[in-house]
């Protein structure tokens, strides 16, 4: 990994997620999940003019409103709740192009299901599984849907995993906690 890429790229800065509605989705991840609202904004929009086609590639008439949320020590989740005439308001599956889901590094697997599985907006699917080959080998985890649509996968992985044995790169994690934040004081 050079530091002369071309893109000159430092870090990912967010991951960005469509919401059908922002209250709703900010109370999730702030209650369920312990992130933290950084700011809200809008709605925003161009009623005059085509900027949002231009922009962001969705239809000349939408708007959105936003919220930024700081996840645990390393993730800002940018949070999008847009009002569009085409908008699909399907969520996608997670065999879908342009699906995603989220993933957890947990402490105590169990813990996490019985807090998540207690929830009115959370079903959990089947699991826990544990892989027993392969480069994850060992890492156990399951996937839950919270009713809005996200696919959220809480994990527990081995200090080393097998296909550590054939690089030198490494996944990142575990953090020392949640709220570890890193030092930018410099």
Known sequence: MGTNHPLTAQNVHHIGLTVPDLDQAVEFFVDAIDCDVLYRKGPFGDP?????????DVHPDATASLAMLRCGPTLNL????????????????????????????????????????DRDDVTMLDGPQTNEDGPTAGLTYIYCRVEWGLYLELLEAPEKMPYADDTNEQLYGPAPSWTSRPDHSD
Not at 83 to 106: F, R
Not at 110 to 115: G, N, Q, R, S, T
């Open 48 to 56: 005059d003019g085509d900027s949002m086609e231009r922009r962001l």
């Open 78 to 117: 940018e949070l999008f709740e847009w009002d569009a005439p085409d908008q699909d308001e399907t969520p996608p599956k997670n065999s879908d192009i342009g699906a995603m889901h989220l993933a957890l590094h947990v402490d105590d697997l169990d813990v996490a299901i019985h807090e998540l599985a």
